[in-house]
């Protein structure tokens, strides 16, 4: 498999780390893309050395990073000669964060690096996926978005660029679920641009998995106590991982495009109703995710949104 490529954003922890060792260990030409090179690079060792696959590559990549974007995928471009599978993995959740941080371009962190990031890298790379004889993109969502089957849930397009910092409290859990429901909404959508050059790409929700110690030390004192309960039995992240790879080679998935996975690999579809003990089945179950998704209104919002900040 050394002449399959894959290029997996932060790949030196978590889930991205066990993606990364997966991929390698199968005998993938692995790329990680990573924005802490001094971190990513004592990980690259570590893979290498555990599968002894020396094809492990680390190039530099800030994903809320416009600049950054471009620059990865023009080294890209002049070192591989196409690109196999896409996984856009990493994400920005700060646990604790009170305040609004911004990314080079002036946009809202989590929407840059979670939603906007994800986009034009996808977009920058699609050329060369289109070279690929079995071209698959896999985006991280969340089971966060379930949030969205409260009516009164809205991502808050007024404020991607935190236009609302001194009037609006900030909360990095809401960014972040408003931030993975606009990474599904745009999986949707691409999925149906990209069909005609060949290329898949779907959502995966991410359920539960262990912690580290790093993250739990950031939440507050409730919160904490929780992660730690729930630590005892959430799966590793190489279970997740396991997902990664399944999805992007199995056969099974080789012709399907546009769809949510949950962390069974079974399809996640639209809701039917949102009331009543439907919706409790909703909000408990893994098979529905909120019509938000799907209403077109919000499709192209997003979608006009993310082609014009990307394209200044």
């Not at 790409?201 to 262990?210: D, E, F, H, M, T």
């Amino acid at each position: 498999m050394n002449d399959k490529i894959v290029i997996i954003t932060g790949a030196n922890s978590g889930i991205g780390k066990a993606a990364a060792l997966k991929f390698a260990t199968e005998g993938y030409r692995v790329i990680m893309a990573c924005r802490n090179m001094e971190n990513s690079a004592a990980v690259q060792k570590e893979i290498i050395n555990t599968t002894k696959n020396t094809h492990v590559d680390l190039l530099k990549l800030d994903i809320s990073s416009f600049d950054s974007i471009r620059t990865f995928c023009a080294t890209f471009k002049d070192t591989y000669p196409r690109l196999d599978i896409l996984i856009n993995n990493a994400a920005y959740l700060n646990h604790g964060e009170k305040e609004y941080k911004l990314s080079p371009e002036h946009i809202e962190l989590s929407f840059a690096t979670n939603t906007f990031g994800p986009f034009l890298l996808t977009r920058l790379l699609a050329d060369h996926l289109a070279k690929s004889q079995d071209p698959r993109v896999l985006n991280a969502c969340t089971t966060n978005i379930k949030n969205f089957f409260n009516p009164n849930r809205k991502i808050e397009f007024d404020n991607l660029r935190g236009e609302m910092r001194g009037t609006r409290s900030y909360s990095v859990y809401k960014m972040y679920g408003d931030s993975k429901m606009a990474l599904l909404m745009l999986t949707i959508k691409m999925a149906e641009e990209l069909k005609s050059q060949g290329i898949k790409v779907n959502a995966l929700q991410i359920n539960r998995v262990k912690l580290s110690k790093e993250t739990i030390h950031k939440m507050k004192s409730y919160w904490r106590i929780l992660a730690w309960t729930q630590n005892l039995t959430n799966p590793l992240p190489s279970g997740m991982a396991d997902n990664y790879f399944h999805i992007c080679t199995s056969e099974e998935f080789k012709n399907v495009t546009g769809q949510l996975i949950n962390h069974k690999r079974e399809f996640v579809e639209p809701s039917t109703s949102e009331k009543g003990f439907t919706q409790v089945k909703n909000i408990l179950g893994s098979s529905r995710y909120p019509r938000y998704a799907t209403n077109p209104q919000n499709v192209e919002q997003i979608w006009s949104l993310s082609t014009t900040l990307t394209e200044e």
